[in-house]
């Protein structure tokens, strides 16, 4: 089954708001945000296909003739024609992978000002995968004028409608939806998720837009962020297993550039006093478990034959989860570890508290959450796995329901 077959047949939450926004009579500029490979730009053309309020001009960075803000000038010249042609109409400007053109926020804020200025409004949708770029250019210039939709990885819900896989092959193979026409062929899955969007992620999305003194020092970093994902590991052993003389400061920032592509993520450990969560080790985690699949080295049935491999598998997947709906519902997430005692996962929404723990044998402990659960105030817990919450269950929904 072909990609862009395979990325139609899912009806993308962020696409269903998206068209919302834009029936609005006066939208600001909407910003699709999110990861590669999960079906940003194929919504985009659906949205096109189906504009039924007027007519639409659309194009990408990837496919532009014209260097920076020149590109950006010249389609939205297009739009500001078809919009004096024909007033009545509202006319749709589509910008995918903006984040490749340099300066673009300036260009978008004094081009968008103009538009309200002459009361010539476009509806304005622009796309990005690279979180650290799009957010500093909407801080310094776009403040006031636009929204955020973000784009998530794929689910246990999308994996479904796409396949008739197992839930631990999702576990294993992931979410991203163009790789998963391979998952029956893992030598041409692995390379795909490594060549077509692991390299892409690292030298497009962070060494080509940020400045990385130490490039070979940040993808060893990605490299034990996966094999250690689920688990606390201290930036000072970190520096010991990647045998750099790079600091903690270093390693600190480098987690986050992976973190703002969407690739690795580092919870911190929750705390009753909120100013000392800088001061703890993180808790490497995937966005997205088709990464520790694609770099762990182990087979499929491997995997599921090793208990504390699996373990670990099947921890990621309940963090990614997480992590994926912590974007788009607005909670914090973090661990929690005192002494011998641990909780995997701490949801916090406002004044709401709900501790997770994930159980993945018949002996695993569960004593971390109880301790937990002694010292948060009127906080709620749950177990996910044996004598617990069904996984498929807890996958199925929004974490967010658990608060409720």
Known sequence: MQQLEIRTKLAHPWSAKLQA??????????????PRQVGKTTSLLTLVAKWKSGKSVMSSADERQLEGPIWIEQNWSKARQIKEQDGKSDVLLVLDEIQKISNWSETVKRLWDEDVSSQRRL??????????KIQTGLSESLAGRFEIIPATHGSWNDFKKLTSGTINEYIFFGGYPGALQFIKDE????SYITNSIIENVISKDILLLTRVDKPALLRRLFQLGCEYSG???????????????????????????LNQAYVLAGLQKFEFRKF?????????????????GALGGYRFDDA??????????????????????????????FYWREGIHEVDYIIRMGSKILAIEVKSSVMGKTSGLKMFLSKANKATGIVIGHSGKELEDFLSHSPSELLK
Not at 187 to 190: I, K
């Open 276 to 292: 000392r969560l800088r001061n703890s080790s993180p808790k490497f985690l995937v966005h997205n478990t088709a990464l520790i």
């Open 123 to 132: 509806k304005v949708v622009l796309s990005g995968s690279s979180s650290l």
């Open 187 to 190: 030598e041409r899955w692995r």
């Open 231 to 257: 688990q606390i590991l201290s930036f000072q052993k970190a520096i010991g297993f990647l045998q750099d003389a790079g600091n903690t400061t270093t390693l600190a920032h480098y987690l986050d550039l």
């Open 304 to 333: 599921q034959n090793n208990p504390a491999v699996w373990g670990r598998y099947l921890e990621s997947c309940i963090g990614s989860h997480l992590l994926n709906y912590s974007r788009v519902e607005g909670f914090e997430l």
């Open 21 to 34: 926004r834009l029936q609005e009579p006066k939208p600001f500029i909407q910003i699709l945000l999110g």
